[in-house]
Antibody, heavy 119, light 112 residues
Framework: QVQLHQWGAGLLKPSETLSLTCVVSGGSFSGYYWTWIRQPPGKGLEWIGEINHTGGKNYSPSLKSRITISVDTSKNQFSLKLTSVTAADTAVYYC?????????????WGLGTMVTVSS | QSALTQPRSVSGSPGQSVTISCTGTSSDVGGYNFVSWYQQHPGKAPKVLIYDVSKRPSGVPDRFFGSKSDNTASLTISGLQAEDEADYYCCSYEGSHTFHLVFGGGTKLTVL
């Protein structure tokens, strides 16, 4: 059974860089798009971006200047970096798998990582 | 402000049906058949219920039905059960950029 295990720093100061990693276990890493999504406390979901096993990627236009999503196929993992964070970046960050052949359909999710930006 | 508009809340009694709407534009919901729906219980990760407007992943009961008309997508839940009480989000491909996905603001479903 495919599982996503994610980790990263949970408390950041303004202007620091958020760094999260998600490792895939129990299934294939190739052939899928792997996605990051966030959810501010009490608010809705926001798509951040995605990457596939060959490094093909798509980013949210509103975050594109600050984000980098990378992949390490040798470790079956993908990572998110978000630079120059502010309080507005405080959110639960989820990694997820996109259903093969579908768009915007995420069938496997990590448990989420709460990231708080505070001075 | 979310790109897709959903009602903040809906409610229904056990056994009844409810419909949640998701209104966008011709650049997203109306222009593509890439609408998905998610259910989220408090403190949990979302779960996909519907994708590509009306497809159900394996394991999702056929009580959940997705449809679309013009710029509005809908999720209908029939035979309401207590465990259906949750937040529901729609998601759509948005075609005015290279690749972009947008979510609705979410709808709180209360089972009376």
């Amino acid at each position: 059974q495919v599982q996503l295990h994610q980790w990263g720093a949970g408390l950041l100061k303004p202007s620091e860089t958020l760094s999260l990693t998600c490792v895939v276990s129990g299934g294939s890493f190739s052939g899928y798009y792997w996605t990051w999504i966030r959810q501010p406390p009490g608010k809705g979901l926001e798509w951040i971006g995605e990457i596939n096993h060959t490094g093909g990627k798509n980013y949210s236009p509103s975050l594109k200047s600050r984000i980098t999503i990378s992949v390490d196929t040798s470790k079956n993992q993908f990572s998110l970096k978000l630079t120059s964070v502010t309080a507005a970046d405080t959110a639960v960050y989820y990694c997820a798998r996109t259903i093969v052949g579908a768009t915007g359909a995420f069938d496997i999710w990590g448990l989420g990582t709460m990231v708080t930006v505070s001075s | 402000q979310s790109a897709l508009t959903q009602p903040r809340s809906v409610s229904g009694s056990p056994g009844q049906s409810v419909t949640i709407s998701c209104t966008g534009t011709s650049s997203d919901v109306g222009g593509y058949n890439f609408v998905s729906w998610y259910q989220q219980h408090p403190g949990k990760a979302p779960k996909v219920l519907i994708y590509d407007v009306s497809k159900r992943p394996s394991g999702v009961p056929d009580r959940f039905f997705g449809s679309k008309s013009d710029n509005t997508a809908s999720l209908t839940i029939s035979g309401l059960q207590a465990e259906d009480e949750a937040d529901y989000y729609c998601c759509s491909y948005e075609g005015s950029h290279t690749f972009h996905l947008v979510f609705g603001g979410g709808t709180k479903l209360t089972v009376l």
